[in-house]
């Protein structure tokens, strides 16, 4: 058991160092379940009530967030540094696990750097997909071509 709250506290510290402090608690509450890598003993998946929420990257310790981890975010109000909103009229092809397109993004936050977890909504701040951004917030609002989101999973892909 005292293992389990020192995985928890940490990942709890990931998430407020990448999110924002107050993101790790409010993304990870104390009922989440830890799958272990058999090979290295770290930590890789999260999940809650069979629900995968992160996952952590092997390369950095970071996480990578799912639909639902992002919607755990946006409901506890701790992803304002990490939204990107799109089109509504595009929103269809996002959520099936397009790119997103500079020309196509309404809103980004400034705080945005190439390289980032981001969470994709739209204009009813409606999860549609999360990724990694290749472009700053502040590039993505003023390019009228490129991708500016590469997004790894849609909300259409659950299952």
Known sequence: MREKAY?????RCVADYQFGKGA??????????FVLSRRTGRVRLIY???ELLATVRPTDGLLTLTV???ERLIAAE??????????????PFI??????FAKHVVFAS???????????????SKV??????????????????????QVRRGRAEKG
């Open 128 to 149: 549609l997909a999360v990724g990694r951004a290749k472009l700053s917030g502040r590039e993505m609002k003023f390019f009228d071509r490129g991708v500016a989101v």
């Open 48 to 50: 809650l009530n069979d």
């Open 95 to 100: 959520e099936r696990g397009r790119s997103v």
């Open 68 to 70: 639902e981890g992002a």
């Open 110 to 124: 400034e705080e945005i750097r190439p390289g980032e977890e981001v969470i994709v909504v739209n204009s009813k």
């Open 24 to 33: 790790g608690e409010k993304l990870f509450p104390s009922d989440i379940v």
């Open 7 to 11: 995985l928890l506290r940490k990942v």
């Open 78 to 91: 701790c992803s304002k540094n990490l939204l990107v909103v799109v089109e509504d009229d595009v929103s």
